[in-house]
């Protein structure tokens, strides 16, 4: 009958750190890619107008 041995705290301290730093990384791309994505989806869909077009598309006076 074998025992299996006792991991090092700092080893194991260490490997959730880097578990929670990966997953941290990868949620913050996935989240910069759809804020990206949406904005690039928006500024297709609703040109942006001001009041200066709107005066120039009725025509002078």
Do not use: F, N, Q, Y
Not at 7 to 33: F, K, N, Q, R
Not at 41 to 58: F, H, K
């Amino acid at each position: 009958m074998s025992r299996s041995p006792l991991s090092d705290p700092l080893e194991t301290a260490l490997s959730w750190i880097w578990a929670l730093g990966t997953a941290a990384g990868l949620t913050t791309v996935g989240l910069l890619a759809h804020t990206e994505h949406s904005s690039a989806e928006g500024s297709l869909a609703t040109p942006v107008l001001s009041a200066e077009d709107i005066s120039l598309a009725d025509g002078p006076g």
